[in-house]
C-alpha cells in the first residue's frame, strides 16, 4: 500500500512538472466565506472567498478571487486579484494585476501596476517603480510612479509625481493636475473638456492635446488587460487539471470494478451515451432550478443541483480515463490504468486549447463519459431493486 501511494505521489509530481514547469511550484490553497492568512507562506498562494485578508509575509505569487481583498503584508512576488474591493497595504516586491470595483494603492509597489475597474486610488505615501496602465472610470493618483503613465477613464486627478510620460484617454469628464503634480516627461491627453492646470503644478516636458482617442497608451493599456485574463485563464487551467488529476486517482485507486464496467458501457454504448449526456447535461439543472422556484420543494432542488455539478465534476475525471484508455489500446501500449489516465488527461487539456475544435472535442467527451455514468448507475438501481 505505501509503494502504492509514493508511486502516486512521484506521478502527481513529475506531471506537473513535465506539464506546467512553472520556477516554483510550492503553493498553498484557501477557500471558505473569511478567510485570514496569519502565517507566513512560501511558495504561491491561491485564495476564494468572500473576504480575503493576507497579514503575513508570502514568498511567491499571489492569486485571489474574492468579494474584498485586504494585502497588509509584503508579498515577494506578483499579485493577481479579482474582487469587488481591493486594499493594498502592504509592500509588494513584485507587480499587481487587478480587477476590481474600487482599487485603493497605499505602499510601495517594486514594479508594475495593471489595473481595471471603476476607481483607482493611488495614496499620497505610495510609490510604483514601474509603469501604471489603468482602464476604467475614475483615476485619482496622488503617489509616486516612477515610470510611465497610461490609462483610459471617464475622469482623473494627478496630484503626484510621474517620472516618465503620461498618456491619459479622458471619455467624459476632464483631466485636473492639482498642485503637488510634477510630470518630468511629456502629457498627451485627449478630453472634451479644457486641461484643469492649477497653480504648482509642473509638466517638465511637452503637453500634447489630441482631439482623438490616444492610441499609443490604450492599446498598451490593452494588451495589458488581455494578458492578465491569459494568466486568470492559466490559473484556472492549472487548478482544474490538478483537482482532476486527484480526483481520478483516488477513482482508480477505490473503485477499480465499477470504473471496469463504466468503461465497458462507453466503449458499447458510445452515441447513446453521447445522447444520454446531452439529456443529463441540459435537462438537471433546469429541473433544480424549476424545483427551487417552487419554495416548497427548494430543498430538493438544491441536492439534485449539488448532485449535479459533483456528477460533472467527476464526469470530468472519468472522460480522461476512458479516453486513455482508448488511446492506449488503440496504439497497443499495455500501460496501468493511471498511466492511461494520466495521458489521456495531458491530451484533453492540449486538445481543448485548439480553437472550436478543441472546445467541441472536448465537450463530446464529457457527455460521453456523462452518459456512460448516467448508464451504469441506472444498472445500480436496476440491481439494488
Not at 84 to 109: E, P, T, V, Y
Not at 130 to 147: D, I, Q
Not at 317 to 322: M, P
Amino acid at each position: 500500500m505505501m509503494k502504492k501511494i509514493i508511486l502516486l505521489t512521484a506521478i502527481f509530481a513529475l506531471t506537473a512538472l513535465a506539464v506546467f514547469p512553472f520556477q516554483a511550484m510550492a503553493l498553498t490553497a484557501k477557500s471558505g466565506d473569511s478567510i485570514i492568512q496569519t502565517e507566513p507562506v512560501e511558495g504561491n498562494f491561491f485564495a476564494a472567498g468572500n473576504t480575503v485578508t493576507v497579514s503575513n509575509t508570502i514568498n511567491g505569487d499571489v492569486f485571489v478571487a474574492a468579494n474584498s481583498v485586504n494585502i497588509n503584508s509584503t508579498i515577494n512576488g506578483d499579485v493577481f486579484a479579482v474582487a469587488n474591493n481591493i486594499d493594498i497595504n502592504g509592500d509588494i516586491n513584485g507587480s499587481l494585476r487587478l480587477l476590481a470595483s474600487n482599487i485603493n494603492i497605499k505602499s510601495k509597489i517594486e514594479n508594475n501596476v495593471l489595473a481595471a475597474g471603476a476607481v483607482l486610488m493611488i495614496d499620497l505615501n505610495s510609490e510604483i517603480g514601474g509603469h501604471v496602465s489603468f482602464v476604467g472610470s475614475s483615476l485619482v493618483s496622488n503617489g509616486s510612479v516612477l515610470g510611465q503613465f497610461d490609462s483610459d477613464s471617464d475622469n482623473a486627478t494627478i496630484n503626484g509625481l510621474i517620472i516618465g510620460d503620461a498618456s491619459l484617454n479622458i471619455r467624459k469628464g476632464r483631466l485636473k493636475l492639482l498642485p503637488q503634480t510634477e510630470i518630468n516627461g511629456n502629457l498627451n491627453y485627449s478630453s472634451e473638456q479644457k486641461l484643469d492646470i492649477q497653480p504648482g503644478a509642473l509638466v517638465g516636458g511637452d503637453i500634447k492635446y489630441n482631439p482623438d482617442r490616444i492610441k499609443i497608451g490604450s492599446q498598451r493599456a490593452e494588451q495589458e488587460i488581455r494578458r492578465l485574463f491569459k494568466t486568470f485563464f492559466l490559473g484556472f487551467r492549472l487548478a482544474r487539471f490538478f483537482s482532476l488529476l486527484i480526483i481520478g486517482l483516488i477513482i482508480i485507486s477505490l473503485i477499480p470494478k465499477p470504473l471496469k464496467r463504466i468503461h465497458q458501457i462507453a466503449m458499447e454504448k458510445f452515441w447513446s451515451c453521447i445522447g444520454i449526456g446531452v439529456l443529463v447535461l441540459i435537462l438537471a439543472p433546469i429541473i433544480s432550478f424549476v424545483l427551487m422556484a417552487t419554495l416548497i420543494a427548494l430543498p430538493l432542488g438544491l441536492i439534485i443541483l449539488v448532485l449535479y455539478l459533483v456528477m460533472i465534476c467527476i464526469s470530468r475525471a472519468i472522460a480522461a480515463i476512458v479516453f486513455g484508455r482508448l488511446v492506449a489500446d488503440t496504439l497497443k501500449w499495455k500501460l496501468p490504468s493511471w498511466a492511461s489516465f494520466v495521458i489521456g488527461l495531458i491530451l484533453i487539456q492540449i486538445i481543448t486549447l485548439v480553437p472550436i475544435f478543441g472546445w467541441l472535442l472536448g465537450l463530446i467527451v464529457l457527455l460521453w463519459a456523462l452518459g456512460s455514468l448516467a448508464f451504469y448507475k441506472q444498472e445500480v438501481l436496476k440491481k439494488i431493486g
